[in-house]
């Protein structure tokens, strides 16, 4: 028999060195570019770590829908859910750390029977009431790293608050842009359509006084009710991004259309933006925050998940008094009292130790390549948004003298063809071309600040003390 217990509790031992054996976490070996060194010079550190960035473009109207955002965005309400019930959870395992303290206090009244035995049938009453405790000591750290885990999920919840957070602000902003532009867009279409109904006018002119065909005036007026045509269409994109906004500013769009659809300018701001050091800011986006707090959540399971291969060792105990009468209830006679030290170990548990050890530890390596692919995916927006950025700037420089030249283009074509001296072909084709150079230079405006924007976001750029 005693070897039986040796040889079970080796066997128990054996399993127990398996489920603590460490394992070493696989994180990335080189999460950064090699090119983003400390001694680059295109980015530089100039904000602080909560800056409210849009700050910088200057238009109160985007300062305050991005604070109305804030305050009513149910997505942001449903974080604030996830952090309180998170804050649950830990009280709730801290609360492990504790004795389970009752009370119980009855009454008893019993009759024994009287065939049962050679004593005769008697009826007995007693009343009672005792204080009762039961504490598990913590001698191996199953509840620490319990309560360590649901700690380190609390801080999660905390950075998915302000990812949500980053991640709201520049959707107001960049939903604002995109109204912005299209807005600007429909200036430009409106200035060109007048413009091309001067033109128009002119061909009309001539083909009454026999300098022009037919034809001058057909084409003329193709290019008016073409340029026309595209108005509806912009007028329903503004309508959408007006729509979007109010979702995310939890209103009904009725409540925001009147102060939207009154035509705004997009924001002058086109600067060589100084973000800083690209390694040192990823640590500023709370969805990398986040999966590291994850990792350590798995791990401290993992520690629990070993801790309960080992003894859990109780302190039980009660006081209290019973009596057969009232008056006699609180005396010396009548005090009642239990200590109960105890030791539990669970000897074989078929494999479900074995495979709980086997499941944390799954469950751990997953949160570490899932922090691996956060990562990666940082430095790949990080890296698209800033390339991004700059060739928009470049494109808006280009852009800006192609329009001048159009400009021009269609001065001289208008010009000569008023003295009979070059067809109308070229003043049509100057139109065509100025509409779309200036409505590229419109959108390049617009996809350059939704380029910063995207760059901010990619680096965790701070919501604010607002």
Same mark, same amino acid.
């Given at each position: 028999? &005693? ?21 070493? $976490? ?6 950064? $570019? ?46 604030i859910? %996830? ?9 709730i395992?801290r ?6 303290i ?7 009244? *019993? ?15 007693y ?5 009762n ?9 199953s ?6 885990? #649901? ?28 109204? %912005?532009?299209? *807005?600007?867009e ?24 026999? =300098?022009a065909? &037919?034809?001058?005036?057909? #084409?003329?007026?193709?290019?008016y009710?073409?340029?026309k ?5 912009i ?36 600067? $060589? ?24 959540a *798995? ?5 629990? @998940? ?9 302190l ?18 009548? =005090? ?13 548990? !078929?494999?479900?130790l074995?495979n ?13 390549? #899932? ?20 060739? @928009? ?26 003295? !009979? ?23 390049a ?5 939704? #380029?910063?924007?995207a760059?901010? *976001? ?9």
């Amino acid at each position: 028999m &005693k070897r039986r217990i040796g040889g079970s509790l080796m066997l128990l031992l054996f399993f127990s060195s398996m489920a603590f054996a460490q394992t070493t $976490p696989r994180y990335l070996d080189n999460p950064l $570019p090699a090119e983003w060194e400390e001694d680059a010079t295109l980015f530089q550190q100039v904000l602080p770590v909560n800056d409210q960035w849009w700050k910088a473009f200057q238009d109160p109207m985007l300062d305050s829908l991005i604070s109305v955002a804030i305050n009513k965005n149910y997505s942001v309400l449903t974080t604030i859910d %996830r952090i309180n019930m998170a804050k649950a959870n830990l009280r709730i395992e801290r609360g492990n750390f504790f004795p389970t303290i009752g009370l119980n206090a009855g009454w008893t009244r *019993q009759q024994s029977s009287g065939n049962t035995s050679a004593l005769p049938q008697s009826t007995q009453h007693y009343y009672d009431a005792s204080v009762n405790m039961s504490w598990e000591l913590d001698l191996f750290g199953s509840i620490r790293n319990r309560v360590k885990a #649901q700690k380190e999920n609390f801080a999660a919840s905390k950075e998915e608050y302000v990812g949500t957070m980053v991640s709201l602000c520049a959707q107001v902003a960049s939903a604002y842009i995109n109204l %912005r532009e299209l *807005q600007q867009e429909l200036e430009v279409v409106k200035k060109n359509s007048v413009s091309q109904a001067a033109v128009l006018k002119i061909t009309e002119v001539r083909y009454d006084t026999g =300098l022009a065909s &037919k034809l001058d005036v057909s #084409q003329a007026k193709s290019v008016y009710f073409s340029t026309k045509a595209s108005i509806p269409q912009i007028e329903a994109g503004i309508n959408q991004y007006i729509t979007s906004l109010a979702i995310l500013l939890g209103t009904y769009p009725q409540e925001v259309r009147p102060s939207l659809e009154r035509i705004g300018s997009l924001p002058d701001y086109m600067e $060589p933006i100084a973000v800083g050091l690209p390694a040192d800011l990823l640590l500023r986006r709370p969805d990398i925050r986040s999966a590291e707090r994850q990792v350590n959540a *798995q791990a401290a399971s993992v520690g629990a @998940s070993k801790s309960d291969w080992l003894p859990k060792v109780f302190l039980n105990g009660s006081v209290g008094y019973a009596a057969k009468d009232m008056k006699d209830f609180t005396k010396h006679k009548s =005090l009642t009292y239990e200590i109960a030290p105890s030791i539990t170990w669970t000897l074989f548990k !078929g494999t479900q130790l074995v495979n709980a050890t086997k499941l944390a530890k799954a469950q751990l390596d997953q949160a570490i390549n #899932q922090f691996n692919q956060t990562v990666l995916t940082a430095v790949q927006e990080v890296d698209n948004a800033m390339n991004a950025y700059q060739n @928009s700037i470049k494109q808006i420089v280009a852009l800006r003298e192609v329009r001048n030249q159009g400009v021009e283009t269609l001065t001289l074509s208008l010009d000569l063809y008023k003295q !009979g001296l070059s067809p109308f072909q070229n003043v049509l084709d100057a139109q065509r071309s100025l509409l779309s150079y200036e409505n590229q230079l419109v959108q390049a405006k617009g996809n350059s600040l939704l #380029q910063l924007i995207a760059m901010y *976001q990619a680096l965790g750029g701070g919501w604010g003390n607002l």
